[in-house]
């Protein structure tokens, strides 16, 4: 099955700063790469992802890109503020057998921004 | 368009009781997930249904665990006779078909006296 490896674990920065989380996968064949926002207590929310035949998607200050090659992708938060603090997941689908959708997701990174 | 809609909310069980968490999906939304989310760790699949079938229940413990999704209403996990370990959130998510966008539910937060 895909395995999904998220880092760094815990992240903290200064309001204003940049943030970067990255995942690795395993299953070459995957092709989409969503990335999820929890906040605590909260369902998890889709905030952008990527299919495989694009190498970066932007979404006013959120971002995300892909290396299929090294089978890894990233997420990047420029200009950070206050309520961007939560868990952040990454997440790639299992294309194994009859199974198209599950996904597999990383451990997560908690996200602090400072004021 | 209402969102995937979770309930109860809450759930609190004696063990040895049943649980029965019901979810429905985004309207048009024919394929259904069920993750477990343990305290201050990642989400774990357990199973993915369509209608009427069961397409991948590999996650989901052989024993106490089921899951259904009828042609008419809610996707139900059940758990039966359950234990303290079984305390978690258990969200479900929805997708029109597979094109892997899923949208979560509010979760039920199962909580094992």
């Excluded at chain 1, 979404?59 to 961007?84: C, G, M, W, Y």
């Excluded at chain 2, 094109?99 to 199962?110: D, E, H, P």
Aim: hydrophobic share 30%; proline share 6%; net charge positive.
């Amino acid at each position: 099955g895909e395995n999904v490896e998220q880092h760094p674990s815990t992240l903290s920065v200064q309001e204003g700063d940049s943030a970067v989380i990255k995942c690795t996968y395993s299953d070459s064949a995957s092709n989409y790469f969503p990335w999820y926002k929890q906040e605590l207590g909260k369902r998890p929310q889709l905030i952008i992802d990527i299919r495989s035949n694009v190498g970066e998607k932007k979404d006013q200050r959120i971002a995300v890109t892909l290396n299929k090659t090294a089978k890894h992708f990233s997420l990047h938060i420029t200009e950070t503020q206050p309520e961007d603090s939560a868990v952040y997941f990454c997440a790639a689908p299992y294309r194994g057998g009859t199974s198209y959708g599950k996904l597999t997701f990383g451990q997560g990174t908690i996200l602090t921004v400072h004021p | 368009n209402a969102g995937v809609m979770q309930n109860p909310r809450h759930l609190v069980r004696r063990r040895g009781q049943e649980a029965r968490l019901r979810c429905s999906p985004m309207k048009g939304h024919s394929h259904v997930y069920w993750y477990r989310q343990l305290p201050e760790e990642g989400l774990k699949f357990m199973v993915y249904l369509q209608k009427e079938n069961i397409i991948d229940e590999s996650g989901m413990p052989k024993e106490r665990f089921s899951a259904e999704f009828p042609k008419e209403g809610p996707s139900i996990l059940r758990i039966q006779q359950v234990v303290r370990g079984d305390s978690a959130a258990y969200f479900c998510a929805s997708s029109p078909d597979k094109i892997n966008i899923q949208y979560f539910g509010a979760g039920t937060r199962l909580s094992v006296l």
